[in-house]
């Protein structure tokens, strides 16, 4: 998962949090299975960064397998079992090379939705 805009623009926040469900291997992201995004115009803390991407996890297809994958900015270097309280399924920061492709995807899926909305 990924979010974009914690940055204020013009006074305001619009942060956009992008889940990506993912097939992957040890090396690769293998497919994508689903997506799922929601918003925010709250200002970035941990509290309500963390209910962003819980949102856009509920709205994936299906629920995740494994765990929530994110870099350990996206949560203020906050540790793994304080964000995995507010996300409900279990949570890790990247550790391999295919969650750090899964991630950038739901970089450019969070950062390309967000560009829709300004």
């Given at each position: 998962m990924?979010?974009?805009?914690?940055?204020?623009?013009?006074?305001?926040y619009?942060m956009?949090?992008?889940?990506?469900?993912?097939?992957?291997?040890?090396?690769?992201?293998?497919?994508?299975e689903?997506?799922?995004?929601?918003?925010?115009?709250?200002?970035?803390?941990?509290?309500?960064?963390a209910?962003v991407?819980?949102?856009?996890?509920?709205?994936?297809?299906?629920p995740?397998?494994?765990?929530?994958?994110?870099?350990?900015?996206?949560?203020?270097?906050?540790?793994?079992?304080?964000?995995?309280?507010f996300?409900?399924?279990?949570?890790?920061?990247?550790?391999?090379?295919a969650?750090?492709?899964?991630?950038?995807?739901?970089?450019?899926?969070?950062?390309?939705?967000?560009?829709?909305?300004?």
């Open positions: 990924d979010i974009s805009g914690r940055h204020e623009e013009s006074g305001e619009l956009v949090a992008a889940a990506v469900h993912a097939s992957v291997g040890t090396a690769r992201l293998r497919s994508v689903g997506l799922g995004f929601a918003t925010s115009d709250d200002p970035p803390t941990f509290e309500n960064a209910t991407i819980a949102d856009a996890v509920a709205e994936l297809p299906a995740p397998e494994g765990p929530v994958v994110a870099e350990h900015g996206e949560f203020y270097e906050e540790p793994e079992v304080r964000v995995e309280q996300l409900g399924p279990s949570f890790k920061y990247v550790e391999s090379i969650e750090r492709e899964t991630v950038q995807a739901a970089h450019h899926a969070a950062y390309a939705a967000r560009k829709l909305f300004l």
